[in-house]
């Protein structure tokens, strides 16, 4: 079953913050997040692993609760090069790395 | 970036015609991936490879199949194309599980008629 993405869509202007959201009814494994641009392939952005601790890069940090099944997505202080689709992707096992991906969130970020 | 390539990148077909995606990577990755994205649907894992002649099934495999021969090809068929398998089809390549990213190719745009 396919994650949950929260929102779907959000608008910013540039230096205000965002949380995207990723919920799972199943046990998770791993949390990956990725970015995709209009007409381009989806860039990794990062991977959080069951146990494993908040990750950071830059001004974008991930968080992931394994009691509720669900992973944050954070953008602080956003420019305009953040704009885009996020999707997170969730592994229920350490097995061939088989990610169902959510619906995405459209971010969106003006001058 | 990693060395991921696919072809076509674009491809008009008639229903009822076979139809061949080829992915190509460069990287000696073990794990290939083939997905599908639609609108509103995210990203959907049509079959995967974890090896050579090694392939297994992802949530939407129906009416496709796949086939490793050697480490840096991964293709994709549709045996005869339908109208409902019109997307944009990505692959993907993987070095390992857990800890590993998935690195995306430039996607095939396909349009069946």
């Known amino acids: 079953q396919q994650p949950v993405q929260s929102p779907q869509a959000v608008i910013l202007r540039e230096g205000e913050d965002a949380v995207i959201n990723c919920s799972s009814s199943k046990a998770l494994y791993s949390v990956h997040w990725y970015r995709q641009k209009h007409g381009e392939a989806p860039v990794f952005l990062m991977i959080?692993?069951?146990?494993?601790e908040q990750k950071g890069h830059e001004k974008i940090s991930a968080s992931f609760n394994e009691k509720k099944q669900q992973s944050s997505l954070y953008l602080t202080a956003s420019q305009l090069s953040y704009s885009g689709t996020y999707f997170c992707?969730?592994?229920?096992?350490?097995?061939?790395?088989?990610?169902?991906f959510g619906g995405g969130t459209r971010l969106m970020v003006k001058p | 970036d990693a060395g991921i390539t696919q072809s076509p990148r674009h491809k008009v077909t008639e229903t009822g015609t076979p139809v061949t995606l080829r992915c190509h990577q460069t990287e000696n990755h073990r794990y290939m991936y083939w997905y599908r994205q639609d609108p509103g649907h995210g990203l959907r894992l049509i079959h995967y490879s974890y090896g050579v002649k090694d392939t297994d099934k992802g949530e939407v495999s129906d009416g496709y199949s796949v086939s490793r021969s050697k480490t840096e090809d991964f293709l994709l068929t549709l045996e005869s194309a339908t109208s409902s398998q019109t997307s944009v089809y990505f692959c993907?390549?993987?070095?390992?599980?857990?800890?590993?990213?998935?690195?995306f190719g430039p996607g095939t745009r396909l349009t069946v008629t």
């Open positions: 992707g969730t592994e229920v096992n350490n097995a061939g790395n088989m990610l169902t």
């Open positions: 959080l692993l069951k146990g494993g």
């Open positions: 993907a390549i993987s070095s390992g599980t857990g800890d590993y990213e998935q690195y």
